[in-house]
């Protein structure tokens, strides 16, 4: 099965940046799409952006031009650039893989992102 590590959360200060990155096990990484969401407390995970493994992006519409998907096979890694962050951009972001050909699903534990002043 796939296994995802989310790191490159922090603290930043509205209008800052942050790249978060999700790095996957398993040699048939580029066989899964793969997936941004986050999470507030109370609150159900919201969908940020996916990208095949292709390299096809597909985003929710309030997070396009801030916010970018990238993967890069080699690596087994998928990037979500922030920037021009927000104080409600604070949340716990997790990245996801899903398998087009079983419809096996797999999440990372999350990376906390916090923007304050």
């Known amino acids: 099965q796939v296994q995802l590590v989310e790191s490159g959360g922090g603290s930043v200060q509205p209008g800052g940046s942050l790249r978060l990155s999700c790095a996957a096990s398993g040699r048939l990484f580029v066989m899964h799409d793969m997936h941004w969401y986050r999470q507030v407390p109370g609150k159900q995970r919201e969908w940020i952006a996916s990208i095949s493994g292709g390299g096809i992006a597909n985003y929710d519409d309030s997070k396009k031009g801030r916010f970018t998907i990238s993967r890069d096979n080699a690596k087994n890694t998928v990037y979500l650039q922030l920037n021009s962050l927000k104080s409600e951009d604070t949340a716990v972001y997790y990245c996801?893989?899903?398998?087009?050909?079983?419809?096996?699903?797999?999440w990372g534990q999350g990376t906390q992102v916090t923007v304050s002043s």
């Open positions: 996801g893989a899903s398998n087009p050909r079983n419809g096996a699903r797999y």
